[in-house]
């Protein structure tokens, strides 16, 4: 399927590795020159390098920055004034219990997860609506839906900002700009092999038993491919999906049990 969006361009948050980097990869197989984002510069390089390898013609820039920082976002936004794909996306909080939740642990929360995506949309949306075209995508956690306690802090950020940006969309998509969600649960992606890690040092485990049984907890009894997340992500960028905004598509293995 041709998506419709060769020539845009696109940038995508924290994305030198894990999920940003399979949807930056994702939409440069579609013909959209991405921009990568991270906070360091040889980590970005590198992936940008192999994302070119991988996807032979594509244009893919990056920009060092860290989006939790209001000077990160201006660095960002100088360079890329203009972009017509946005996609969100930032590490999550490490788990803990409520005893470790002070207030600074919730603003850090707030400011990694769901402050950096409102100011990134505060500039870029009104050039989408002028031009009547803009696709941003956030990528979530299924915890939006199914919380969890020890992820209570990225719960509570990701649905912050799950809530902000329904209530943008209501307001922008007259001008094709569409606002939607992926709400992923667990990808093959770093993050699950830190995630295996914690098991292994807890249960005395090897790795090999570690991702068994994360994986067990999927109905579809797998974790699930990167490359599935970003072309899920890729489609909602595409022109196919003008008419889709303001919703939250779970990547999960059919795990969820919830009707809506």
């Known amino acids: 399927m041709d998506l419709g969006i060769k020539g845009r361009s696109a940038l995508v948050c924290a994305s030198s590795q894990g999920l940003g980097l399979a949807c930056a ?27 070119r390898h991988r996807v032979p013609g594509a244009t893919v820039d990056c920009i060092a920055a860290d989006l939790t ?5 201006e660095t960002i936004v100088r ?5 017509d794909i946005l996609v969100n996306n930032n590490a999550g909080p490490a788990p803990g219990a409520l005893d470790q939740w002070d207030e600074s ?10 402050i950096p995506a409102v100011q990134l949309m505060r500039h870029y949306i009104p050039g989408m609506r002028a031009r009547r075209f803009g696709r941003i995508v956030n ?17 509570s950020a990701r649905t912050a900002l799950t809530a902000i940006s329904k209530a943008i969309s209501v307001e922008v998509v007259v001008d094709n700009v569409t606002i939607n969600n992926l709400l992923p649960e667990r990808i093959d992606t770093p993050r699950q092999d830190f995630m295996a890690q914690r098991l292994m040092s807890e249960h005395g ?3 090999d038993e570690a991702r ?18 970003g072309a899920a992500c890729a489609f909602l960028c595409g022109v ?21």
Do not use: C, W
Request: charged share 20%; hydrophobic share 40%; net charge neutral.
């Open 25 to 51: 990869e994702a939409l440069a197989r579609e013909g959209v020159a991405v921009t990568l984002n991270g906070r360091r510069a040889d980590t970005l390089a590198a992936a940008a390098d192999a994302l």
């Open 69 to 73: 920082t209001a000077d990160g976002r």
């Open 79 to 83: 360079a890329k004034p203009e972009i």
């Open 105 to 114: 642990a919730l603003l850090g929360a707030l400011n990694a997860n769901m």
């Open 139 to 155: 990528i979530t956690s299924a915890m939006v839906k199914s919380p969890h306690y020890i992820m209570g802090l990225s719960t």
């Open 205 to 207: 485990i090897d790795r």
């Open 212 to 229: 068994r049984r994360i994986a067990s907890t999927i109905n579809a009894k797998r974790l699930g491919r990167p490359d599935e997340f």
């Open 240 to 260: 196919q999906a003008s008419y889709i905004s303001g919703q939250n598509l779970q990547l999960d293995g059919g795990s969820y049990e919830g009707l809506v």
